[in-house]
Structure formats: structure tokens, C-alpha cells
């Protein structure tokens, strides 16, 4: 019980030294700005039309498979379906949040790996580090403490930017 305390402790120590970062602030603020330039672009793209947007093998016409059946392997032909009633405005937003996604998902492990080494290396320079050695508790507290933190303060930056355009989605989508 007094181990689960002490790590709830160093915790909350890491996360006020996160929260402090310079580098936790601007990215906060690149991804603010990466959700209000694809939140722009996602408006943009609902008002394209959805027919001049030609996706996978439809672009290409007709794809000669030469004497194999693609029956063989499972594919069949897929007909067009054409409804009328079909919601054109879902397809530019689809879109657009599939890049932001994407784009996402290639950022969040290098800006961890940037906040993760410079904690780490901040701890060494100013001596935390040997102060942690002293006590007698295992070094994989430090780490525990290390990612938890890390894991809250980017949880933080990504819906702090992310939360702020999707209130302006919420309620310019239900204006509309």
C-alpha cells in the first residue's frame, strides 16, 4: 500500500514537470492548428462533389486480369449502388478526419519519444535521478511514473486540441 502511494506521489510529481514543458505547449499548439487546418479543409471538402472523386480501381477502369478468374480467389464484381438517398456530405468528412488520423497516428510516437528523453534527460542533468537511486523502491517505478505521465499529458494535449475543434464541428454541423 505504501509502494502504490509512493508512485501515485511521483506521478503527480512528473505530470506537474509534463504540464510545466515547453515542448508539451507547442505541441498542444501544432496539433491545434493541424485540427483547424483539416477541420477548414473537412468543410471544404463536404461542398466538393462527391461524383468528380473517383476512389481505388474506379479511377483506373476496366483492370484486364488475363485467363485467371477472380472468382478463384474470392472477388467477385461489385456492382455500383446508386441511392438516391445516399448522404453526399459524409464523404469529403470521411475523409478529411482519415488524414488527420493518419497524420496523427505518425506524430504521436516521435513527440514521445521527444517528451519521454528529455524528461529522462532532464532528470539526470538536474540530479532527480540520483535522488530517485537513493530510495528504496524499484526502477521500474521511475519508468511507471515516466510513461504514466507522459500517457496523461499527451491524453491532455490531443483533447485539449482536437476537444476544441470538435466543439466547433458539434455546433457548426448542428447550425447547418
Same mark, same amino acid.
Given at each position: 500500500?505504501? /509502494?502504490?502511494? %509512493?508512485?501515485?506521489?511521483?506521478?503527480?510529481?512528473?505530470?506537474?514537470?509534463?504540464? =510545466?514543458? !515547453?515542448?508539451?505547449?507547442?505541441?498542444? &499548439?501544432?496539433?491545434?492548428?493541424?485540427?483547424?487546418?483539416?477541420?477548414?479543409?473537412?468543410?471544404?471538402?463536404? %461542398?466538393?462533389?462527391? #461524383?468528380?472523386?473517383?476512389?481505388?480501381?474506379?479511377?483506373?477502369?476496366?483492370?484486364? %486480369?488475363?485467363? #485467371?478468374?477472380?472468382?478463384?480467389?474470392?472477388?467477385?464484381?461489385?456492382?455500383? #449502388? /446508386?441511392?438516391? !438517398?445516399?448522404?453526399?456530405?459524409? #464523404?469529403?468528412?470521411? =475523409?478529411?478526419?482519415?488524414?488527420?488520423?493518419?497524420?496523427?497516428?505518425?506524430?504521436?510516437?516521435?513527440?514521445?519519444?521527444?517528451? +519521454?528523453?528529455?524528461?529522462?534527460?532532464?532528470? !539526470?542533468?538536474?540530479?532527480?535521478?540520483?535522488?530517485?537511486? %537513493?530510495?528504496?523502491?524499484?526502477?521500474?517505478?521511475?519508468?511507471?511514473?515516466?510513461?504514466?505521465?507522459?500517457? &496523461?499529458?499527451?491524453?491532455?494535449?490531443? +483533447?485539449?486540441?482536437? +476537444?476544441?475543434? +470538435?466543439?466547433?464541428?458539434?455546433?457548426?454541423?448542428?447550425?447547418?
Amino acid at each position: 500500500m505504501n /509502494n502504490c502511494k %509512493t508512485l501515485l506521489q511521483m506521478i503527480r510529481h512528473e505530470l506537474r514537470l509534463s504540464f =510545466r514543458s !515547453k515542448w508539451l505547449l507547442n505541441f498542444t &499548439i501544432l496539433f491545434t492548428i493541424l485540427a483547424a487546418l483539416f477541420y477548414f479543409y473537412g468543410i471544404r471538402s463536404i %461542398t466538393t462533389d462527391p #461524383v468528380d472523386i473517383k476512389y481505388g480501381l474506379d479511377s483506373v477502369g476496366v483492370v484486364d %486480369t488475363g485467363t #485467371v478468374d477472380p472468382s478463384y480467389f474470392g472477388l467477385e464484381e461489385i456492382s455500383p #449502388v /446508386n441511392d438516391e !438517398k445516399e448522404d453526399t456530405h459524409s #464523404v469529403g468528412y470521411n =475523409r478529411a478526419i482519415a488524414m488527420l488520423m493518419n497524420l496523427s497516428l505518425w506524430l504521436i510516437p516521435i513527440i514521445s519519444l521527444i517528451l +519521454g528523453a528529455n524528461s529522462i534527460i532532464a532528470d !539526470k542533468e538536474g540530479g532527480r535521478l540520483a535522488l530517485y537511486r %537513493t530510495y528504496q523502491m524499484p526502477y521500474s517505478y521511475y519508468l511507471l511514473s515516466k510513461f504514466f505521465a507522459l500517457s &496523461i499529458s499527451l491524453i491532455a494535449c490531443l +483533447g485539449l486540441s482536437y +476537444g476544441v475543434f +470538435g466543439i466547433i464541428l458539434s455546433i457548426t454541423v448542428n447550425l447547418a
